[in-house]
């Protein structure tokens, strides 16, 4: 079945610094912990994890609307396929909001809930290494 987790963060950074450290599509690592090693070979992006490697594709990097959008065409960390992420970074005064959008499918229902909480922890740690890096 398709699921969306919709998640949204304050960040006490500049929006612009923000967006440059999103929307570079490399140096993931840098922001979100799960991931240790993180390259780019023009649209596709395989960022690397304790458990294996990410293979992931570069659908939209819109700098006017600041929205970066990518699939995740392989992963060994959820039991979720068909995932497609979305962050918007907006400004907000002297802050960022950053919405991050997680849509997938998900085959035993009875594991949404985990997935959900893990996702959740997951951008809210991202969020706050994207704060540390753009301040």
């Given at each position: 079945m ?5 998640t ?9 610094k923000?967006?440059a ?6 140096g993931?690592?840098?922001?979100l912990p799960?991931?240790?090693?993180c390259?780019?070979?023009?649209d596709?992006?395989v ?5 294996g490697?990410?293979?992931?594709t570069?659908?939209?990097?819109d700098?006017?609307n600041q929205v970066f ?17 979305t962050m918007?970074?907006?400004e ?7 919405q991050w959008d ?9 594991l949404?809930?985990?997935?959900k ?5 997951m951008?809210?740690a ?8 753009s301040k």
């Open positions: 398709e699921k969306i987790i919709s949204l963060h304050t960040i006490n950074a500049p929006a612009g923000v967006w450290n999103i929307s570079k599509a490399t993931v690592n840098e922001w799960v991931i240790t090693a390259h780019l070979d023009g596709k992006r960022c690397l994890t304790e458990k490697a990410m293979n992931e570069i659908l939209k990097v700098n006017e959008q990518y699939s995740i065409d392989s992963q060994p960390l959820l039991p979720i396929e068909s995932v497609v992420g918007q970074v907006k907000y005064g002297e802050q960022t909001k950053l997680l849509k997938f499918t998900i085959e035993d229902e009875s949404f809930e985990t997935v909480q893990a996702i959740e922890e951008y809210t991202g969020a706050s290494g994207l704060e540390k890096l």
